[in-house]
């Protein structure tokens, strides 16, 4: 490793590099990773990358999931949660299924079983990819939200058909009572084993006298310990840390402080981007140790690149069509339940979700997870077939559907229909209420000092402006104690205002509550 490291620091560089290049000719920097370390494999005595799975699943996942499920709206994912659950269940098993139907009738020595191994592995689609190209479009905001809350759970759908797969592979036998049993206990426990740990990590963030660096560390740690808890259990640990990160962002506001909310932040972004960069190199760099597992199995590069396309083929049709399934249930679905949105979305919408399915980290790790030899001491049929397989749907379904997502959604043009409004405007009538109801706190609560304290006039004819807040003045401990009080009187107002319009976007309020936490840093240096 440490003969290795001049290495990994250049490597460092040109993601940098790399990612600075996408962002300047607005390309999702996926696909320049992946295509860049292809690139760089191919260079002689380039030293030779051996991605352990472990690696994946232990240091890179569990960050990466927590992450996400801090930024992800849960009142979003509650709203959609019907449409959410069937693409992170429903359209994930019906692409695995496919894949597992279609390699078993085209691929020589492929099993059903096998199929479904290979289904699981490439079944769910990559929330990092999706939102890296995203970032580039305008798209609405039902369409994200969709995505995001798909992104977190689908994760964890694929791993668990997987795992079963791997257990039929090796007993050549599926006892369904069984399965059942494991299947419950992989979603209750995970779920459970992620609450349970997410609410003691935030009475400890609470009770203990922890300052921000402490919370931090915290944070850190808090990801790791939810997934090693889950996995020593033989529960889901992805399920267990999307869960246990839900329950600590919905609280974040009652036992962390604005430092450690403003600091934790910048840390968490800069450790995803981070490692977000490496994992999709690390794809990339990964081919000759894949194309290398070939020639022990006999199989051609050619058929093998076949093989990808078809399978590649087959993940993007049935997601599309499995998308306007989906769709089609919840219109039938709205004539006897209440729905989130009973609009007919028309052929735009399923077609955006359902092209929206680029495969990344998990498929590989997973891929990369299964064993040389079973336990009883054979091969594990087909498994540098499935490898190449699986890099080749990941390569492809990068390029081809990363490159034309944000051509396809600036043609269809769903702002108009999903969002009424400009997030701005929204955005500034939102602040214009939030005034209001300052001023009005102020002026009920603090009359008897507005007379006599100038300063509190200020602050008050700055509301009046709707200014940014305060200037960098020496102000008195008593203002500050009266500011304090109205910062928090108004996050709570925010907090209320979000549960009640079930249409606001959060990430507004999320933005505005941002700003209440500068003003409340600022006040330390005041």
Excluded at 434 to 452: G, M, P, R, V
Aim: charged share 15%; with cysteine.
């Amino acid at each position: 490793m440490l003969d290795n490291f001049p290495f990994y620091l250049g490597l460092l560089i040109v993601i940098l590099l790399l990612i600075m290049l996408a962002n300047k000719i607005k390309v999702a920097y996926p696909i320049l990773l992946v295509l860049a370390g292809l690139a760089i494999s191919f260079i002689p005595k380039v030293p030779l990358i051996q991605i352990e799975p472990d690696l994946i699943f232990f240091i890179f996942l569990p960050p990466l999931l927590y992450e996400a499920a801090w930024t992800v709206s849960w009142k979003e994912m509650w709203r959609w949660r019907r449409i959410i659950t069937s693409f992170a269940f429903v359209v994930v098993f019906v692409s695995a299924l496919s894949v597992a139907l279609v390699a078993n009738y085209i691929i020589p020595g492929f099993s059903l079983a096998l199929g479904f191994v290979l289904g699981g592995i490439v079944s769910p689609p990559d929330a990092v990819s999706a939102g890296a190209i995203l970032k580039f479009v305008k798209v609405p905001k039902t369409i994200s939200s969709i995505l995001e809350g798909e992104s977190l759970l689908n994760d964890a759908s694929s791993l668990i058909i997987f795992r079963f797969a791997m257990i039929a592979v090796a007993t050549e036998q599926f006892i369904f009572y069984k399965a059942a049993v494991s299947f419950s206990w992989m979603i209750i426990g995970g779920v459970g084993i992620g609450l349970l740990i997410g609410w003691l990590f935030m009475k400890a963030h609470k009770y203990l006298p922890t300052d921000a660096n402490v919370d931090i560390v915290l944070s850190l740690l808090t990801p790791y310990i939810i997934y090693l808890a889950a996995e020593e259990v033989h529960s889901s640990g992805v399920l267990a840390v999307v869960c246990g990160g839900l329950l600590l962002s919905n609280n974040r506001h009652r036992f962390l402080s604005s430092r450690s909310r403003l600091q934790g932040v910048n840390v968490w972004q800069s450790l995803t981007f981070i490692l977000n960069g490496f994992v999709f190199m690390l794809i990339g760099l990964d081919l000759p140790q894949i194309t290398n597992g070939l020639k022990v199995e006999a199989v051609s590069i050619s058929s093998a690149i076949g093989y990808g396309v078809l399978i590649t083929f087959v993940l993007i049709i049935s997601r599309i069509l499995s998308s306007y399934g989906a769709v089609l249930v919840t219109l039938i679905a709205r004539n006897f339940i209440t729905v989130a949105d009973s609009r007919n979305p028309g052929y735009k919408t399923p077609f955006i979700l359902g092209w929206t399915g680029m495969r990344g980290v998990v498929s590989l790790a997973a891929a990369l997870s299964i064993p040389v030899y079973l336990d009883n001491g054979n091969g594990f049929p087909q498994r540098n077939l499935i490898l190449f397989i699986t890099f080749i749907v990941i390569l492809l379904t990068l390029v081809i559907q990363g490159l034309t997502l944000p051509y396809f959604i600036k043609k269809i043009n769903l702002t108009d229909v999903y969002d009424p409004l400009p997030k701005e405007e929204v955005h500034n009538n939102l602040r214009h209420e939030l005034a209001e109801f300052a001023l009005d706190y102020l002026k009920t609560n603090y009359s008897d000092q507005i007379e006599n304290n100038t300063s509190l006039q200020h602050l008050i004819h700055k509301w009046e402006q709707y200014s940014n807040g305060i200037d960098d003045e020496a102000i008195g401990q008593e203002l500050k104690v009266i500011y304090l009080d109205l910062l928090n009187k108004q996050r709570q107002w925010l907090i209320s205002k979000n549960k009640e319009d079930q249409t606001l976007d959060e990430t507004i309020i999320r933005r505005q509550m941002h700003y209440l936490d500068i003003e409340e840093e600022k006040l330390r240096y005041l």
